[in-house]
């Protein structure tokens, strides 16, 4: 039976998370969902889901002070098994991060986290509740999902990419604001599924029958 793994590497409240992916695995016949730290089950999970909540820095060192759980995810990643990071779990596939202090990400997706600096100096940071998709470009893990689908965020910093072609999403917050990245079998929220009601639910659903 397939398993998805959402990786706990104390760097966020999985509860939710795993409730949403339970009841979307059921929906679409997608198999286990098992929360785990252990590298093993990384190793033997058929896609994994990285999440994270709170600073770069902090989520980047709690997730190397696992030993081998960055290994067993990157491992998994380069033989193709789909991969969905959620808010700072995005934000590591970056090269840079710029939260705090120059901490160095993933680079699965070439660019950098900075903060959000509105045009409006009305507009708060924090950037804070739902706000509308925007769809760049295509993708299988999108499908039903349309520009104007809400999207709920929590967050200070956004992941600039590189490459226009690795933005598949964006919102505007007085500028564009990134909101999905992805390439190859690599797929990034900036906004949290699990708390984005239908269009979070068919987002995971999607990704729980992706075939990269």
Same mark, same amino acid.
């Given at each position: 039976?397939?398993?998805?793994?959402?990786?706990?590497?104390?760097?966020?409240?999985?509860?939710?998370?795993?409730? %949403? /992916?339970?009841?979307?695995?059921?929906?679409? *016949?997608?198999?286990?969902? !098992?929360?785990?730290?252990?590298? +093993?089950? #990384? @190793?033997?999970?058929?896609?994994?889901?990285?999440?994270?909540?709170? %600073? /770069?820095?902090?989520?980047?060192?709690?997730? *190397?002070?696992?030993?081998? !759980?960055?290994?067993?995810?990157? +491992?998994? #990643? @380069?033989?193709?098994?789909?991969?969905?990071?959620?808010?700072?779990?995005?934000?590591?596939?970056?090269?840079?991060?710029?939260?705090?202090?120059?901490?160095?990400?993933?680079?699965?997706?070439?660019?950098?986290?900075?903060?959000?600096?509105?045009?409006?100096?009305?507009?708060?940071?924090?950037?804070?509740?739902?706000?509308?998709?925007?769809?760049?470009?295509?993708?299988?893990?999108?499908?039903?999902?349309?520009?104007?689908?809400?999207?709920?965020?929590?967050?200070?910093?956004?992941?600039?990419?590189?490459?226009?072609?690795?933005?598949?999403?964006?919102?505007?917050?007085?500028?564009?604001?990134?909101?999905?990245?992805?390439?190859?079998?690599?797929?990034?929220?900036?906004?949290?599924?699990?708390?984005?009601?239908?269009?979070?639910?068919?987002?995971?659903?999607?990704?729980?029958?992706?075939?990269?």
């Amino acid at each position: 039976m397939p398993l998805t793994v959402l990786v706990d590497y104390d760097s966020g409240n999985l509860h939710s998370a795993e409730k %949403a /992916f339970q009841r979307m695995a059921a929906e679409v *016949g997608a198999g286990d969902i !098992l929360v785990s730290s252990a590298p +093993d089950d #990384v @190793a033997r999970a058929d896609r994994i889901v990285l999440p994270g909540d709170g %600073a /770069f820095p902090a989520c980047r060192r709690a997730l *190397g002070s696992f030993g081998g !759980l960055f290994e067993a995810i990157s +491992d998994g #990643v @380069a033989a193709g098994k789909p991969f969905l990071g959620i808010c700072v779990g995005m934000q590591m596939l970056a090269t840079w991060g710029r939260e705090y202090e120059d901490t160095r990400g993933f680079d699965w997706i070439g660019g950098e986290v900075t903060r959000i600096t509105p045009a409006d100096p009305a507009l708060k940071v924090p950037h804070m509740g739902w706000n509308d998709l925007v769809i760049d470009h295509p993708h299988p893990v999108l499908a039903g999902i349309s520009t104007g689908d809400h999207a709920y965020f929590v967050h200070s910093y956004h992941f600039r990419v590189a490459d226009p072609a690795h933005l598949l999403a964006h919102v505007d917050y007085a500028g564009p604001i990134t909101a999905i990245v992805g390439r190859d079998n690599i797929i990034g929220t900036q906004f949290h599924p699990e708390k984005s009601q239908a269009t979070g639910l068919r987002l995971i659903a999607n990704f729980l029958r992706w075939k990269p």
